[in-house]
């Protein structure tokens, strides 16, 4: 540990109000248990992609095999996960895998912050597939310019008045006319500020 | 060619987008929640619309006032704009409750436009130097290069353990690998996928990993805060700053340092800037930190601000970018098909000159625009995170699909952001995941070129190479320093 990072304040106060820490976040949300869930994936991937490097095709010699880096990294991820599966059980991972985080992993799911992120990643989801699948693109002459209406408008304004009535928790009116205003801004600026296509027909 | 550079970058075109930018860095950075990497990442699909110069200037802009814009929320409410704020919210606050917001904010202003222009006199220092060095490299020091970038990025990230920083950036690593090999032309990860041949772009994974991630992670919560009624008057106080100067200048270049090397943002600067600042402080200025102590703010400003030309260096010279929001610039570079590297000077000798003044106009927007927004930005504080964060959703989608006009990237986006969330949750860093993915591809294809040149060569012909060496050494000592040092201080 750096000096800096022993300076850093990851206390109660400033995880709460410092949850913009993001991009290059600390482990202090991390536990011996999760970490020891996490080096068995991760092995488990390793092994997947290096049994994948060594059956790809090799034209050349070994020195220009198209699996060369991906098993030396495949097989340096995998020491890795040993890695951090032995500090893991070091530190009582066993235990906290089997009771603790048992436990928590029941509590997690329980608690609405939780759950509320588990809507929030189904929306989500549901709104790029119905965007990849929908596909339509009105067009309503005006003077001077077509003004094109296409599905992602209509389903990025549905979706987001979803989301935003679930977390913003106004109304459907007020949350619908955000909505709107928002999308058909966005869809306008990227269409006609910088002809670039939208997704759709759009 | 200065002269047309200069030129170019004061046409009142260029002005007014470098003002946009700038403004809406700064009303972002403000944002408590909206990052600088995330705004640099979503403007990737709009700068797709634009010219080369024009896309740069305006990223720029941007990338100059979001850095800022963190210490207003830091300071007038208590949450940190941005990661690197977390310092200056520490001491700016608690000068607010004692009414001195205003002076407090005048001094983060004056530390960061002194912090932009270290950072942009080191950056103009150190380019010919760092790319004359580069145009020695070849395919087994680049190799080295890109694999020291993912581990020092992976150290610098995860706190007080690197071996998560390593891992994420080894996933990173396998990411890039997916698509057809670029010597045989062999599928790689494509399980007879035509879509994956292609590989998988970069820009995506970026856009979900700092957008999708952050939405995911910061919209559940619930965390109303209290709004400001009253800043004062925001004067940036240069006198002041006089008396911290020497503090400044070695802020200014930790910050530029910290910005040069691979995956290290601006808060590691502003963090090690703050820690180094408290140790060299008077005893009687010392007494004040985490009090309120204009010192301490200066140390933490300058230094993340000095950090935006110190990330831009290892991106021009060497395709290598400083952090997340430097890879944004990255590939907003590359969607107008500029190569950057050792060869950019004489491939693109006009870019170079470009960004310096862009980098110049920028810092001077910034500043007379932090001070006109410093108070507008406090209405904005009075928008909830509940409405603000959904409406980045459409962004995410535009942004990820306007690249390459494929809905794929949409869901690689998508991919990436639920992967973020989970690595996020179980204490994985995900810059050093970004860095890989962009390094991947030049770590292969050097080692087996390098492997090729050395294929029945002694290990001792390996190790006659010097600058090889040094990267070896280089390298060791990163794993080395992660695995050893940090084990017997933690």
């Not at chain 1, 599905?151 to 935003?164: A, N, Q």
């Not at chain 2, 700038?22 to 990497?37: D, E, H, Q, R």
């Not at chain 2, 590297?341 to 110049?360: C, R, S, V």
């Not at chain 2, 007379?368 to 989608?397: D, E, H, N, Q, T």
Request: hydrophobic share 50%; charged share 15%.
């Amino acid at each position: 540990m750096t000096d800096h990072d022993k300076k850093r304040p990851v206390t109660e106060d400033t995880e709460e109000k410092g949850r913009a820490l993001g991009e290059e976040e600390d482990d202090s949300r991390s536990t011996p248990g999760k970490d020891l869930a996490a080096s068995a994936v991760i092995a488990g991937f390793a092994l997947f992609v290096m049994v994948l490097a060594l059956r790809m095709s090799s034209p050349g010699s070994v020195f220009t095999a198209p699996g060369l880096l991906p098993f030396l990294t495949g097989l340096s991820l995998l020491i890795m996960a040993i890695g951090l599966g032995i500090r893991s059980v070091g530190r009582g991972g066993v235990r906290d895998l089997f009771s603790r985080q048992g436990k928590e992993v029941r509590k997690n799911f329980a608690e609405t912050e939780n759950l509320r992120t588990l809507l929030l990643i189904g929306i989500i989801i549901l709104y790029v597939i119905v965007t990849n699948q929908i596909a339509f693109d009105l067009r309503f002459p005006t003077g001077f310019f077509a003004f094109h209406f296409s599905s992602y408008e209509l389903l990025s304004i549905i979706s987001l008045t979803l989301i935003l009535r679930i977390f913003w928790g106004k109304t459907v009116l007020r949350c619908f006319l955000v909505s709107v205003c928002w999308t058909l801004a966005l869809a306008s600026i990227f269409r006609y500020g910088f002809h670039i296509l939208l997704p759709g027909l759009g | 060619m200065i002269w047309d550079q200069i030129l170019a970058s004061l046409s009142p075109y260029m002005l007014l987008i470098c003002l946009t930018g700038v403004t809406l860095g700064i009303l972002w950075g403000a944002m408590p929640g909206l990052s600088t990497t995330m705004a640099m990442v979503l403007l990737i699909g709009l700068s797709a619309g634009m010219k080369q110069y024009v896309a740069l200037m305006f990223m720029l802009g941007v990338y100059t006032g979001s850095v800022f814009g963190g210490a207003i929320s830091a300071v007038l409410i208590n949450i940190p704009g941005t990661p690197d704020a977390v310092p200056t919210m520490i001491e700016g606050h608690p000068l607010a409750q004692r009414g001195e917001g205003g002076l407090a904010l005048g001094t983060a202003i004056a530390a960061s436009f002194m912090g932009n222009w270290v950072g942009i006199v080191l950056l103009i220092a150190f380019i010919p130097i760092v790319l004359k060095l580069a145009l020695q490299f070849r395919s087994w020091e680049m190799f080295l290069l890109a694999m020291w970038g993912i581990a020092i990025s992976g150290t610098m990230t995860s706190g007080e353990l690197p071996l998560k920083g390593w891992i994420s950036g080894w996933i990173g690593l396998m990411v890039a690998f997916v698509g057809l090999d670029a010597i045989h032309g062999v599928p790689r990860y494509t399980f007879g996928s035509l879509l994956l041949e292609d590989g998988i772009s970069y820009v995506p994974i970026l856009i979900g990993l700092f957008g999708l991630t952050e939405i995911l992670r910061v919209l559940p919560q619930k965390s109303p805060y209290a709004i400001p009624t009253k800043v004062g008057r925001v004067v940036p106080p240069f006198r002041s700053l006089v008396r911290y100067s020497r503090a400044a200048l070695r802020s200014g270049l930790i910050g530029t340092l910290i910005g040069a090397i691979p995956g290290a943002g601006a808060n590691v600067a502003s963090f090690l800037s703050y820690d180094v600042g408290k140790r060299r402080a008077k005893p009687e200025e010392r007494a004040k930190w985490g009090k309120g102590s204009y010192e301490a703010i200066v140390c933490a400003e300058v230094a993340n601000n000095a950090n935006i030309g110190g990330s831009i260096l290892p991106t021009l010279t060497l395709g290598i970018p400083g952090n997340a929001p430097a890879a944004a610039i990255l590939a907003c570079l590359e969607l107008k098909n500029v190569v950057v590297g050792p060869a950019i000077q004489i491939e693109h000798p006009d870019l170079i000159y470009f960004i310096y003044f862009a980098l110049i106009i920028a810092n001077f927007l910034m500043y007379g625009m932090a001070i006109a927004l410093v108070k507008p930005s406090v209405k904005l504080f009075s928008l909830p995170r509940s409405l603000l964060m959904p409406l980045i959703i459409p962004l995410c989608v535009i942004g990820a699909f306007a690249v390459n006009l494929n809905f794929f990237d949409v869901y690689v986006m998508l991919g990436a952001g639920l992967i973020g969330y989970i690595l996020d949750r179980y204490g994985f860093p995900l810059a050093p995941l970004v860095l890989a993915v962009i390094l991947g591809p030049l770590a292969d294809e050097n080692l087996r070129r390098a492997l090729l040149v050395f294929e029945g060569k002694s290990i001792w012909f390996v190790l006659s190479r010097p600058i090889g060496t040094a990267l070896i050494l280089v390298v060791l000592f990163t794993f080395y320093d992660g695995i050893f040092r940090r084990r017997t201080t933690a």
